[in-house]
């Protein structure tokens, strides 16, 4: 598993609907493990996805999932990629 995390720096109110906007146009049976975190300057996300190839495959230049982000305006000031090393989620591991 595969996990990024997004930082997006301005108006917390205005990021969480674009945010949201954005959400609402990915099925929720496409989310192993995601989270959002409302930060004081911002949002702060944590995505993961099976492996670093099908993140890159979503999320790559030119990809589906960046030109949903760019669609909605929601450019991260930092993104940091990292190899998952255990996951829980409502009480059981998904990693």
Same mark, same amino acid.
């Given at each position: 598993? @595969? =996990? ?5 720096? #301005?108006?917390? *109110? *205005?990021?969480?609907?674009?945010? !949201?906007?954005?959400? %609402? ?8 493990? @995601? ?8 949002? !702060?996300?944590?995505?993961? =996805? ?7 495959? /979503?999320? #790559?230049? #030119?990809?589906?999932?960046? %030109?949903? /982000? ?11 990629? @990292? ?7 409502? #009480?059981?591991?998904? *990693?």
């Amino acid at each position: 598993m @595969h =996990c990024t995390v997004w930082r997006f720096v #301005g108006d917390p *109110d *205005d990021l969480e609907r674009r945010y !949201l906007a954005l959400l %609402a146009e990915v099925p929720e049976s496409n989310h192993t493990f @995601h989270a959002t975190a409302r930060t004081p300057d911002g949002l !702060l996300i944590f995505d993961t =996805c099976p492996s670093e190839e099908v993140f890159q495959g /979503f999320f #790559g230049p #030119g990809s589906p999932g960046a %030109a949903l /982000f760019e669609r909605h305006g929601l450019v991260p000031v930092t993104r940091e990629d @990292h190899p998952v090393i255990r996951a829980y989620a409502s #009480g059981a591991r998904i *990693d």
